[in-house]
């Protein structure tokens, strides 16, 4: 016991020295307070491409009702689409909720899609949308990662496309900032 002991202090030790392959004089901590910097590569305005100013590329994904949906039939008669990529899990659950709540009933005119892409069918997705009480919301079903893989996603990742199709967020889902987006629109 004593010498597991010892052998557990000396291995945080060394772990806290060597930060994992670098001292405290390496930057081994930067991490830990972030510049806050976008070091996302520069984009041309209006170009097209998947980042925040450019032009989005049309997509179309079925919804869990088998019901095609086209950004470009989406945008007219909208102030903005915004797509979240959910997985259901319990943080997805928080930020759909905080959404379904606090976000949709003040933004009438934007058209909101969960899109989900885990569950890899129609059928698995709407279950997954049931199960989760999400049926007032639309889930599109993103069953080969089209889109995922185009917008460079991940979970939580929240976009919003104007109506003329630029891209004005691109990013993990975070409330005061979603609603300063859709404000400024």
């Not at 910097?37 to 869990?64: C, H, I, M, W």
């Not at 915004?82 to 709540?101: A, G, K, Q």
Request: proline residues 4%.
């Amino acid at each position: 016991m004593y010498y597991a002991k010892k052998m557990g202090i000396a291995f945080v030790l060394i772990l806290g020295l060597t930060g994992c392959g670098g001292g405290m004089d390496t930057g081994v901590f930067d991490d830990l307070n972030p510049s806050g910097d976008d070091k996302r590569p520069a984009v041309e305005a209006g170009s097209n491409g998947t980042q925040v100013s450019q032009l989005s590329p049309d997509f179309t994904l079925q919804d869990t009702l088998s019901v095609s949906h086209t950004l470009s039939h989406e945008l007219p008669g909208t102030r903005a689409v915004l797509i979240y990529f959910t997985m259901w899990c319990p943080v997805c659950d928080s930020h759909m909720s905080n959404m379904r709540l606090d976000i949709i009933p003040d933004y009438p005119n934007v058209t909101f899609y969960l899109v989900d892409y885990v569950s890899g069918s129609v059928s698995v997705s709407r279950s997954m949308q049931l199960d989760n009480g999400y049926s007032n919301m639309d889930v599109l079903v993103d069953a080969d990662l089209s889109l995922y893989h185009l917008y460079q996603a991940s979970m939580g990742t929240t976009i919003v496309i104007d109506s003329t199709g630029i891209i004005r967020m691109k990013e993990d889902y975070n409330n005061s900032r979603l609603r300063a987006v859709l404000d400024a629109l």
